[in-house]
Every structure is written in structure tokens, then in C-alpha cells.
């Protein structure tokens, strides 16, 4: 039996999509990442080096979209004004739909309608901002236009899926069937990715309200045989918190390993992955890595070990500290002989002092830390 597959010829016999839009979804507070979102608001946190939302636009960027819509909730007078320099650089265009109040993962969407929809009828991006990965974007347009349904979505392989919503898809065309919250027992390791290619009659699908893409409007869809899945290649991580921004990091470098390996620090003060800002400087004697990420004006003076963490931008690690599996805030200074480890956050301008032990220690920005932190807790 040859089952037949809708073909739309608004743009089946066109190799690319001319003029592509792209709606990020930002969301609100980013409290799962805090302190370092007192600070800023979460898709502007570095990550490896630049903020979160800036390696998506770029990816986006490169495929050729030409407009990327924010839908946000929070500070989007900071979040435009950052990205303004970054508008002119990348030449693309970027603008904010903001919620007054929060519309879930489908009502930015309808919230969005007529900054994402033209005469054009393309499919247009949406993207979770958490989410970090390869960004096979040109592979999933390519995709997208050969299975002719109303949406695609870019699904991942988890080892634990009872945590997560499964996508259960038909393996050979991607169709996918239904979707199976947090099972019970095993019908699937295949989850949603936060990354979808749709159609502009999706939007006709969602009302102006709080709805959840995930659990109102793809199931719809799904029903009706029109959505597709396709399994991402690489690697993909939500680094939405801390435990997970750090495996993200070492997924990521390890893809820049693969892929573009002359980003990397070398010599003989490196192990493994290491990422290195140009104007950071490090001194005599240090062990860095694996899995580390230095920021712009950073200063590591001699003896200084690293590993498994993130230093940021204008960050001063004085003699023989020892950082590991931590977060390094803005323009924070860890002492001599200090020691940070088990998941330690430091906000924007911390001071750790000689010899201060931290474990888990979550510090809110702008303090100083003169007593040792034995086990987890938030200082504020």
C-alpha cells in the first residue's frame, strides 16, 4: 500500500526559504539559575563565552533567517538594548513580543502572529532559549519539506525518559503518533528537543490564552498525521540550571573538539577542553580543565587549578585556589588557597576570601564571603 503524503507547492520545489522568521521563547524570571540571574536576565548569562541567546541567533543567522522574534515576560528594555550591537554585527533583525502576562509555550505564538507571518506563507522557527546544542537547522528544513506535513519538531534520545514527555513516532517517515507524559513504564527514549519548524496555519490552531505547545497543540496535530519528528544529531542539553549548565559545557566543548578544535586552549598548563578567552590571562604553574571556560579580562594568577567549571567575565582566581564544578560569577575574586567545588554559584561581584572553603555555597551578588560554606546553602 503507498501511502500518500501531502505536498504543499507553496515552497516544495524551492531549495530554500527565502526571508525565514524565528520566535525565541524566553520566558520570565530564570529562577533556576539564580544568583547570576539577579543580575541579568537568563538568555544573556554566558555560556561558554557569550550570552545563551546569542549562539541560537547566530545558528539561525547562518541559515539564512532574517528576522528573530523574542517572546519574553522580563526586562525586555535590557534585553533589546543588549542585542541592538548584535543586530547591526549579525545583520539580522531582532525584536521583542512581549506577555503581560505568561502565555506558556503556545500563547507567545498567537501573542507573535503578525511580526511572524507575510505574504511569503514560509514556515517559520521556534526555539526553546534553554536549550543548547548543534543546531542542525538546514537538515531539518530539508526535512520539513520532504515529509509536506504542518510542523516539525526536533526530538533527542535521553537515558532516563520517565523524567521527561516521550514522543512516540513512526521510526521511517518521523511521523509522530502521540505523546506519553513522564511514563511509568518504558515506550520510548525518544523527547522533545525545544526546537520546531512550522507552518503559518499552525497559529490558526492557537488561541490568544495560557497553552502549552507541548501538551495542547502538537497533540492536535498529531491527530491528525500531520506532525513529524526528526531525531537531532549531536549533542543537546536545557541549561536551565546549574547542574545541567555544566554538562552542557562539557557536551559543548567537546562538539567544538570534533568540529572546530582551533577554538580550543592548548599547551602544557591544559587538559582536555578548554576554552579560553583572547584577553584573559593565566599564570605560571596552573592545571585548567577539563571542561572549563574562561571569560574576557579574566585574571588566574599562578599555581591555580580549574576544572569542570565556568569563570566569568572579569573574574580574578588568585594564587593556588582550586575551582571545580562551580559557577563564577561577574567580576568575583576567589582568594588564595580558596576552594570551590559541588555545584558552588557565585553571583556578580563576590569576594571569597583567603582560604575560604565553599560546598555548594549558592552567594547572591555583591557579597563577601569570609566564613567557610560546609555543605549546600544560599547566602544572601
Known amino acids: ?207 490568544l490564552k495560557p497553552t502549552s505547545i507541548e501538551k495542547e497543540t502538537f497533540p492536535k496535530i498529531a491527530s491528525e498525521k500531520l506532525l513529524y519528528a526528526m531525531v537531532l544529531p549531536g549533542f543537546w542539553m536545557d541549561i536551565g540550571q546549574p547542574k545541567d549548565y555544566i554538562t552542557g559545557l562539557r557536551l559543548y566543548l567537546d562538539s567544538l573538539r570534533k568540529n572546530d578544535p582551533s577554538k580550543l586552549a592548548t599547551g602544557p598548563h591544559i587538559v582536555g577542553n578548554v576554552l579560553v578567552h583572547e584577553s584573559a590571562k593565566i599564570g605560571e604553574g596552573c592545571l585548567i580543565g577539563p571542561d572549563v571556560a574562561i571569560g574576557p579580562g579574566c585574571v588566574v594568577e599562578s599555581g591555580v587549578r580549574l576544572s569542570r567549571c565556568t569563570v566569568m567575565r572579569g573574574v580574578r582566581i588568585k594564587k593556588h585556589a582550586c575551582i571545580s564544578s562551580s559557577i563564577i560569577g561577574w567580576h568575583s575574586t576567589v582568594g588564595q588557597w580558596a576552594r570551590a567545588e559541588n555545584m558552588t554559584i557565585l553571583g556578580e561581584d563576590v569576594h571569597v576570601c583567603d582560604e575560604v572553603y565553599s560546598n555548594g555555597g549558592v552567594v547572591l551578588p555583591h557579597k563577601e564571603i569570609k566564613a567557610s560554606i560546609l555543605k549546600p546553602e544560599i547566602v544572601m
Not at 33 to 40: A, M, Q, V
Not at 98 to 119: M, N, S, V
Not at 140 to 150: C, D, L, Q, R, V
Open 1 to 207: 500500500m503507498v501511502k500518500k503524503i501531502r505536498v504543499q507547492p507553496i515552497y516544495s520545489t524551492r531549495k530554500s526559504f527565502a526571508n525565514m522568521k524565528a520566535l525565541i521563547l524566553v520566558g520570565g524570571f530564570g529562577t533556576r539559575l539564580r544568583p547570576l540571574t539577579l543580575s541579568i536576565p537568563k538568555p544573556l548569562v554566558d555560556f561558554a563565552n557569550k550570552p545563551m541567546i546569542l549562539h541560537q541567533i547566530e545558528a539561525l543567522k547562518d541559515i539564512g533567517v532574517t528576522e528573530v522574534v523574542l517572546a519574553i515576560n522580563y526586562q525586555p528594555e535590557v534585553m533589546l538594548n543588549f542585542l541592538k550591537d548584535f543586530e547591526t554585527k549579525l545583520g539580522i533583525k531582532i525584536s521583542c513580543s512581549q506577555e503581560t502576562e505568561p502565555l506558556g509555550t503556545a500563547g507567545p505564538l498567537a501573542l507573535a502572529r503578525d511580526k511572524l507571518i507575510d505574504d511569503s506563507g514560509e514556515p517559520f522557527f521556534v526555539l526553546n532559549s534553554d536549550v543548547i546544542s548543534e543546531y542542525p537547522l538546514k537538515q531539518m528544513i530539508a526535512f520539513h519539506k520532504s515529509h509536506g506535513g504542518e510542523a516539525s519538531i526536533m526530538v533527542t534520545k535521553v537515558d532516563e525518559p520517565s523524567k521527561y514527555g516521550v514522543v512516540i513516532m513512526e521510526e521511517s517517515t518521523g511521523q509522530v503518533e502521540k505523546f506519553v507524559e513522564k511514563p511509568k513504564v518504558f515506550v520510548g527514549n525518544k523527547i522533545n528537543a525545544g526546537i520546531y519548524l512550522l507552518n503559518p496555519s499552525v497559529l490558526d490552531r492557537i488561541e
